[in-house]
């Protein structure tokens, strides 16, 4: 995958500002069939608005539908073809916060009254002075800009909402598994204890022999389990360095040198020079690459067998960027968002706990940093790692054992 491409995944990932606000001028549409009023309009307004007129309801309509996103409409309420009032409906149902302005020939009380029930926030009478008209549509531009500032600001708390929850449930898990793992510590220590040492006697039966060897690599399967609990739930100061991310992805990547030949992974390497370093615990972000390389070692060699893992290091003045990109099955949409969660696992029992990307995710986090994952445009799936770029003399990014979650 291209790096423009991952850097756009990035930023559409983030998804960050979504109301943003066109530049330029609001825009007007002033609805009219009086051709000399719709060019008087427009000689008034377009000093201050971007105005676009139409000479009926129905090609209102249509250029609304079409996406021109109009801050305010001014509507005369007297048209031929669709009626005002059914003009002023379909708007507000195809653009509720656009704001619509009514204009009426003859203060028509019951109409007007109508109009400002189907959401119109005000009317003017014709004829009327370009000092009023000019004040009312301004009146709606504010109103407008009020709305998307109130929906920004409801959908910015509903985001700190998701992520209070998210973190409650992520903390509870966390003190739930430590405690699991560590009432399971003691006896499985005298399992395993107790099978090494039966293991070193001699005796006249294989079965026994074969029962012992069973109950001692399960007891070490289990052991490997707790061992994950644990550092999911681990409060242990990290051991901070000035480091450079290629080292340890250097050093991970040879861990993994004798599986890739086994599981038939050809392996790309395309890591960027002159890597600016960042604050990190070395055996933290290991974990880390290890759990995204063996995702994709089994996910690829589950799927044909075979596969092409590349790893790519990159940054920017801020940012350093890690991929890791599979030719795997790729990751169903139902599951995109739940593989971060603690316990989550597509794989058969004994095979995996679902605690690798959630135990990445709370490192990552805890490093100040970001996660993502995306599907790859044919096949596979991404996993991009962003880290921030510590300049040495200031070394200011600090990393708290606090619980971050998504
Ligand atoms: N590269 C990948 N390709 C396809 N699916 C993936 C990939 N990486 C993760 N997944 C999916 O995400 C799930 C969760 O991954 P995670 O690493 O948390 O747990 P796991 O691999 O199942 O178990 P383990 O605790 O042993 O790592 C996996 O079971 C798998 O369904
Ligand atoms: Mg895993």
């Known amino acids: 995958m291209p790096n423009e491409d991952i850097l756009k995944m990035c930023s559409e990932l983030k998804n960050k500002d979504k109301n943003n606000k066109r530049p330029g001028k609001p825009y007007v549409l002033v609805a009219d069939d009086e051709q000399n009023i719709l060019r008087a309009m427009s000689l008034v307004l377009e000093a201050e608005f971007d105005v676009t007129v139409v000479d009926s309801g129905d090609k209102a309509i249509k250029k609304i539908r079409k996406g021109m996103d109009f801050d305010v409409v001014s509507l005369d309420l007297q048209m031929p073809g669709l009626s005002g009032i059914d003009t002023l409906k379909a708007i507000k149902q195809l653009s509720p916060s656009t704001e619509v302005l009514i204009v009426t020939a003859h203060s028509n009380v019951e109409s007007t009254k109508g109009a400002l029930k189907f959401g119109a926030y005000d009317y003017i009478d014709k004829p009327f002075n370009n000092a009023k008209l000019l004040a009312a549509i301004r009146k709606g531009v504010e109103r407008r800009n009020n709305t998307i500032k109130a929906e920004k600001a409801k959908e910015q708390l509903e985001f700190v909402k998701a992520q209070l929850m998210e973190s409650e449930k992520f903390s509870a898990i966390g003190q739930l598994l430590a405690g699991v793992a560590h009432e399971l510590n003691n006896p499985l220590t005298t399992v395993m204890g107790f099978s090494e040492l039966l293991l070193t006697r001699k005796y006249s039966s294989d079965e026994t022999r074969n029962c012992l060897e069973k109950i001692n690599k399960s007891s070490l399967l289990c052991k490997n389990i707790v061992q994950k609990l644990l550092t999911f739930s681990r409060k242990e100061e990290s051991k901070q360095e000035y480091i450079q991310v290629n080292h340890i992805i250097e050093s991970t990547l040879e861990l993994k040198q004798h599986d890739f030949k086994v599981d038939s992974i050809k392996l790309v390497k395309q890591l960027a020079d002159n890597m600016p370093c960042t604050m990190a615990d070395f055996y933290e972000l290991q974990q880390v690459f290890l759990n995204m390389i063996n995702n994709a070692d ?61 135990i990445c995710y709370e490192i990552i986090k805890k490093h100040e940093g970001d996660i993502f994952v995306a599907n790859n445009p044919k096949k596979g799936a991404s996993f991009i790692i962003e880290l921030p770029v510590v300049d040495k003399l200031s070394q200011t990014v600090p990393i708290s054992n606090k619980k971050q979650n998504p």
């Open 298 to 358: 089994q996910a690829m060699k589950m799927y044909a067998g075979r596969g092409i893992l590349t790893v790519k290091s990159a940054f920017d003045e801020k940012v350093i960027r890690i991929s890791f990109i599979d030719t795997g099955p790729g990751i169903p949409k139902k599951n995109l968002q739940k593989i971060f969660e603690p316990l989550f696992t597509t794989k058969k029992r004994g095979e995996g706990t679902g605690l690798g990307l959630s």
